[in-house]
T-cell receptor
Framework: GESVGLHLPTLSVQEGDNSIINCAYS??????FIWYKQESGKGPQFIID?????DKRQGQRVTVLLNKTVKHLSLQIAATQPGDSAVYFC??????????????????FGQGTILTVHP | DTEVTQTPKHLVMGMTNKKSLKCEQH?????MYWYKQKAKKPPELMFV???????INESVPSRFSPECPNSSLLNLHLHALQPEDSALYLC????????????????FGNGTRLTVT
């Protein structure tokens, strides 16, 4: 069952407002960061990514900011719409390299934020 | 619609049952993953397969047994589960390698909702 008293951070906004969702990550050696959106009954869906050598990246209506000094990531959503209502997870990726040239990125999710957009 | 397909969508099983979860992708990805997600929590990594070989096992109990029959398929065999194993089980895939990962981050399926009674 669920832990008593454990709640995801929540953000409620009006349709048309801008939203800012924040995330603190844990590994200063992480190479790559992704924001995912998870709607009820679905798997996480890729929104936008940023490499560790960048500070800012813009997509369509979304912007991700990375502050490596304080290990902080934020997602800005412009003109938020009801369809943006979901749980948003940041994820950090640390790359492992194996002998022989294969590699994989270990993706670790942050705790998530529930975004509710009111019409 | 997701390009990673998971079946079944829902599964109810008793603690003595043996069942399997299935995952399929046809994107040519060479890395496949199992994640477990409890309610109101982020997904947690269980296993990683890279080029059909088990690369990472995040100390998962042996009652969960992964299998990768080929580059498109990933199974998770379940046996003697506990009620606390009830969760959403997510499969994901990615193109292996750093350049491939940057260009094609993890793609998730919609999961199998597992209930252990």
């Amino acid at each position: 069952g669920e832990s008593v008293g454990l709640h995801l951070p929540t953000l409620s906004v009006q349709e048309g407002d801008n939203s800012i969702i924040n995330c603190a990550y844990s590994n200063s050696a992480s190479d790559y960061f992704i924001w995912y959106k998870q709607e009820s009954g679905k798997g996480p869906q890729f929104i936008i990514d940023i490499r560790s050598n960048m500070d800012k990246r813009q997509g369509q209506r979304v912007t991700v900011l990375l502050n490596k000094t304080v290990k902080h990531l934020s997602l800005q959503i412009a003109a938020t719409q009801p369809g943006d209502s979901a749980v948003y997870f940041c994820a950090e990726i640390f790359f492992f390299f194996f002998a022989g040239g294969t590699s994989y990125g270990k993706l670790t999710f942050g705790q998530g934020t529930i975004l509710t957009v009111h019409p | 619609d997701t390009e990673v397909t998971q079946t079944p969508k829902h599964l109810v099983m008793g603690m003595t049952n043996k069942k399997s979860l299935k995952c399929e992708q046809h994107m040519g990805h060479r890395a496949m993953y199992w994640y477990k997600q409890k309610a109101k929590k982020p997904p947690e990594l269980m296993f990683v397969y890279s080029y059909e070989k088990l690369s990472i096992n995040e100390s998962v109990p042996s009652r969960f047994s992964p299998e990768c029959p080929n580059s498109s398929l990933l199974n998770l065999h379940l046996h003697a589960l506990q009620p606390e194993d009830s969760a959403l089980y997510l499969c994901a895939s990615s193109q292996d390698g750093t350049g491939g990962f940057y260009n094609s981050p993890l793609h998730f399926g919609n999961g199998t909702r597992l209930t252990v009674t």
